[in-house]
């Protein structure tokens, strides 16, 4: 069975999916999008799709940023991405990519006067990063400011900032790249939040360092209160402190948990995956999965079509 897209408001073979070369959001970044992730549990032979409502309100608010308007609700957008996983007939685990942009054939910088659409793809996702740790730099590129381009929705045009720092990371020896703000504050990873760990506790960068409010990290908070019983602290981290840490990982949807070993030449603690890390990272697989009955809001289950 071939993928399968949702389209101009029908499904269809993704290889049909198609928009023409002067679509407003391929010029201008004009777009926002989610990531998704359905994950394929063999054992009871079914799918979790992981906090979908969350993803699709945070995308909703990326749509007011950007001035786009949709006549879909939360729960219809839900119910499209459910239909179109059981269509597209994968057994393993898939990325879902919804994305709403400035659907105009037309050429010039703007946002108002354009019309509006919206697609979903099902696809693969090779891990995003090794299971063993990350090796990790702090960029030269410094984290957009939400004066310039808002951090709170994922749009498109804003990756440019990340892809810079991704891949001067990449050509320099290292699977990460670290961000600052504009006044020198830890951030973000390329495509995830981070996470310190220091006397005992969490520490995350907060909101005003520009950071994206990721799904991910929300679920490690609560998990991390409600089944380790660890605080987490949210305030600027100053680059040094990455330095000291005793532990230290990335969360998101693509990563999931990924623990970083190394940052700037210097181990992360003892330069290996940490207790807290470890425990976290089991905890996060079994929510992925749907397996564990605390928290039943955070599941769309799938059966095997």
Known sequence: MPPYAFFHKQFLPLSEAKIGILTHAFHYGTACFEGIRANWDSEQERFCLFRPEDHYKRMLDGCRILKIHLPYSTDELCQLTVELVGKSGYHEDVYIRPLAYKSSETVGVRLHDLEDDFLIIVTTLPPYLGGEGARCCTSSWRRVDDTMIPARGKICGIYVNSALAK????????????????????????????????????????????????????????????????????????????????????????????????VDHRPVGTGEVGKITTELQKLFTEVMLGRNPKYPDWYTLLAKS
């Open 167 to 262: 891949t001067e990371a990449w050509e320099n020896g290292f699977d990460e790249a670290i961000l600052l703000s504009y006044d020198g504050h830890v951030s973000e990873g390329s495509g995830e939040n981070i996470f310190l760990v220091s006397n005992g506790n969490l520490v995350t960068p907060s909101p005003s360092d520009n950071i994206l409010l990721g799904i991910t990290r929300d679920t490690v908070i609560k998990l991390a209160k409600n089944e380790l019983g660890v605080d987490t602290i949210e305030r600027q981290v100053d680059r040094s402190e990455l330095y000291l840490a005793e532990e230290c990982f990335f969360t998101g949807t693509a990563a999931n948990i990924a623990p970083i070993v190394e």
